[in-house]
């Protein structure tokens, strides 16, 4: 691994090269007037008559086949918190690159100057004619939650909030294979996940789906509970799926017990000691980044047989590249109008099945592994 | 020329083939770990906080200083007037790939789902942070004119409406060539615009910065004056440049004497002998879509020395894209903060001075001609 300061510093000197990771294409040939009659006036009337006629069929003569919006607010970037739409500029850029690198899917950065939900709404609303699929990204909680319910009831074209649902899908695929290990059936676990927000709310409702029953989650107060004075309206309905009656108090009356413990909050939260509290053979997933909440090896030496980490410098890394190119490459392929439950249920199978045997340092496939986005794609198609 | 009927055919099937005009490409290398690290998390950290301490250098490490928003709400799409956002696609990519082919600039195509005034504005204000220009595109008069003013004072991008300067800018080029033919001068002549929409009323503002001072206009109701009954705030405003008290009635009226006929509304307008009634040695820009407002031969015989038309099957072919892309290049390697008179009359003398020679039909260089964007480029940078 590249020490993070010399990190930045490479990166902050290939950007400046760069100034941009993507450009735009041009994928008609432009020679001569016959090319520009075609392409353009007077030629191009006949398709935009043929669209106004059925809006249809914009999918089939132009971009919108292919072609999907990463939105920001900038409220949440990485880390960083609300650093601004300017700031988010980099990380949308960067995923857009993944976008066309991985899955062939032409992605395009908007980064909006508005925070405000009903205002963000009706904008995404409004620039969607040409955009085939909504990639939410870095907005933050609760705000997200309203946007990309709304947005999914308004639009014709699938939206998808990778921040919950693209790391919801990568969690639950590893957790699948983490208790092939160690032998564990979901249905009789106990998970802790530590962190209400995006990340955490969509885990949360995921592994529930698929058939977790005891499951207790914390924010920055504690374990969430009936018992709590005020809870947000989300962490309201998860107390619908989460366990009845948790104990009160913070990480440590949590962890007593836990199978399998789930971070998407913060680094540096746990000790070794920590880690002896939980139930035999632990799991736990340390995905806080860019240090996670323990790291891997006192981990290990606190007991726990299995960590993934969000880190691409140990085993095991959750990342949410392993989802997204190939979810948006099936909804695409299958025109689908939104995003199911069941095609984020199928997507977590279809990655975890690409591990034939599961071993204690490979419950996950590689971002490089060429079978991951035609699975996944597969995976969301066949449940459209 | 190709007959418009097989136009359309072979148009039609060139766009269900290629599904877009344009793609994204990557231009950052995502072949291993370590190329992911600088490219997106965690590398691209630092260069989000650079850019969170100050915004302004987005331009140095993202897409923004090379990429321009090409923007429609589809009310006034070629000459098939409101037909949609969904159905202005096609032209806008064609747009966007003449940016990019003639000019190396990112365009990317945004068709807006309201017609509302404000709500354009504000969209388009919320989604201006990736962009470093805004190319405003087939929306219809009058609102466009509130738009595009509204927006320049409130962004610190340029915005250019292409509608209105690239038309007017394109169309001076030629007449001040086609005025040196026929030996006249731009203060001394009588010009007849006819069609008060986007394109009549730039023509005629910036042909009177030009030094016109006796220029006619028409709308569909017969010639401006101020003897009509009620005018638009945009004609109303016209009056103080236009010629103070012309002759009462339609087109016939307004042609006595004239030097040179502008046409930007609607096709098949003027006979053979309307140009009779013109001064000696006159100039007939005849620039309605696909059909011009009398086709160039008939012009001719009815006495018409240069004849310039909007199609590339006749000399003299006045397209916008002879403006827009060079326009643009010059507007962001200048990182122009906005788009002034000065940089359009100094792009029309640019694009006039290629031709040394002026004569009846070459009067405006071709698009094909590889010193049109250098030229217009720099004429646009050298007036920052």
């Known amino acids: 691994m590249i020490p993070q300061g010399n990190l930045s510093k490479q990166s902050l000197s290939l950007h400046r090269k760069l100034r941009g990771k993507i450009e735009t294409k041009v994928k008609a040939r432009l020679a001569n007037a016959r090319d520009l009659a075609?392409?353009?006036?007077?030629?191009?009337?006949?398709?935009?008559?043929s669209i106004?006629?059925?809006?249809?069929r914009a999918y089939k003569y132009t971009i919108k086949n292919n072609t999907v919006a990463v939105i920001t607010d900038g409220s949440a970037v990485l880390g960083l918190g609300n650093a601004g739409p300017e700031a988010a500029i980099p990380v949308m850029e960067g995923k857009c690159a993944i976008f066309k690198n991985f899955a062939q899917v032409n992605a395009f950065p908007i980064c909006l100057k508005t925070q405000n939900t009903s205002e963000i709404i009706k904008i995404i609303k409004n620039i969607s004619p040409i955009f085939g699929g909504i990639n939410l990204e870095d907005i933050s909680a609760p705000r997200c939650f309203e946007i990309e319910k709304r947005l999914s009831q308004k639009l014709n074209i699938p939206v998808f909030h990778d921040d919950q649902h693209g790391t919801?899908?990568?969690v639950l695929a590893g957790v699948i294979n983490a208790l092939k290990v160690v032998k564990k059936r979901i249905k009789r676990i106990k998970a802790v996940i530590n962190g209400a927000g995006a990340a955490g709310y969509a885990i949360a409702k995921l592994m529930h789906q698929m058939g977790a029953n005891n499951i207790v989650m914390l924010d920055s107060k504690g374990i969430i509970s009936r018992k709590r004075d005020y809870l947000y309206p989300h962490k309201k309905k998860l107390?619908?799926?989460l366990a009845k009656n948790p104990a009160q108090g913070k990480i440590k009356e949590a962890l007593k017990g836990a199978d399998i413990f789930i971070g998407v909050s913060k680094g540096n939260l746990l000790k070794q000691g920590d880690i002896k509290?939980?139930?035999?053979k632990p799991i736990v997933f340390a995905l806080a980044n860019p240090e996670p909440e323990i790291m891997p090896d006192l981990a290990k030496r606190g007991g726990a047989v299995i960590v993934a980490t969000g880190r691409s410098d140990f085993p095991?890394?959750?990342n949410n590249a392993l989802v997204?190119?190939?979810f948006f490459r099936g909804l695409l392929d299958a025109r689908a109008a939104r995003v199911t439950d069941q095609m984020k249920l199928s997507a977590a199978r279809a990655l975890a099945d690409l591990i034939k045997k599961p071993s204690l340092n490979n419950i996950i496939p590689s971002i490089f592994?060429?079978?991951v986005v035609p699975s996944v794609a597969g995976a969301v198609k066949a449940q459209r």
């Open 38 to 49: 075609l392409t353009y006036t007077p030629g191009v009337a006949a398709v935009s008559k």
């Open 52 to 56: 106004a006629k059925n809006c249809e």
């Open 168 to 170: 919801a899908i990568v």
């Open 239 to 241: 107390l619908k799926i």
């Open 277 to 280: 509290i939980m139930n035999g």
């Open 316 to 318: 095991n890394q959750i």
């Open 324 to 326: 997204f190119p190939g």
């Open 369 to 371: 592994d060429r079978r």
